[in-house]
């Protein structure tokens, strides 16, 4: 069965410091990838999404930046932590263009302080 | 604009009682409608999916409602449980991008013993 990992689960870190969030997907291949952003009382926001290694797409400017070095690998970081990053990060997964296995992780809660 | 507004905000019911939260949106094109369940500090879980043709799901004691025409769905918890305290997330594919979800705020379901 297939199983997504997101770490670590909460994360403090302080302003100018920087960001790697790790997301690693098991038993499927060349899925789909996305990286969410959920502040408090909002939906989410995609902020970047990838559909093989290498090919990273943003659909927001930001601070952040993302890589997919591995097939099942997908990892979201930043040089420099600004206070405005924090929130709820949650990597997903999918496969094919309709996206019906639409699966995410258990989520990063990020404070930037 | 393509987005997706959901009601109430917040809602509270007594255990044992049944609740509906409303979920409208102005996606178009249009693929598919979720609903998504989600824990404080967890990552959202899949209830139901609907394509356009599909009026009605049912996931035990969840059941989604689609009119296409009118662009409503709801979603209908019968006989609430203490563990359907959660954020329940009304989730609209766009079928004009790729694997372009829009998501709504959320419904934060409290239930009381």
């Given amino acids: 069965s297939q199983t997504i990992h997101q770490w670590p689960a909460t994360l403090v870190q302080p302003v100018g410091s920087p960001l790697s969030l790790e997301c690693t997907v098991e038993g499927t291949s060349n899925p789909n990838l996305y990286w969410y952003r959920q502040a408090a009382g909002r939906g989410l926001q995609l902020l970047f999404y990838s559909v093989g290694i290498g090919q990273i797409s943003s659909e927001v400017p930001q601070n952040l930046s993302a890589s997919r070095p591995q097939d099942r690998q997908f990892i979201l970081s930043s040089k420099k932590l600004l206070l405005s990053d924090s929130g709820f990060y949650l990597c997903a997964w999918s496969t094919g263009n309709k996206g019906y296995g639409y699966t995410f992780g258990s989520g990063t809660r990020l404070t930037v302080v | ?113």
């Fill in chain 2, 1 to 113: 604009k393509n987005q997706v507004e959901q009601s109430p905000q917040s809602l509270i019911i007594l255990e044992g009682k049944n609740c509906t939260l409303q979920c409208n949106y102005t996606v178009s094109p249009f693929s598919n409608l979720r609903w998504y369940k989600q824990d404080t500090g967890r990552g959202p879980v899949s209830l139901t999916i609907m394509t356009f043709s599909e009026n009605t799901k049912s996931n035990g004691r969840y059941t989604a409602t689609l009119d296409a025409d009118t662009k409503q769905s709801s979603l209908h918890i019968t006989a609430s449980q203490l563990s359907d305290s959660a954020s329940y997330i009304c989730v609209v594919r766009f079928s004009g991008g790729y694997n372009k979800l829009i998501f709504g705020a959320g419904t934060r379901l409290a239930v009381h013993p």
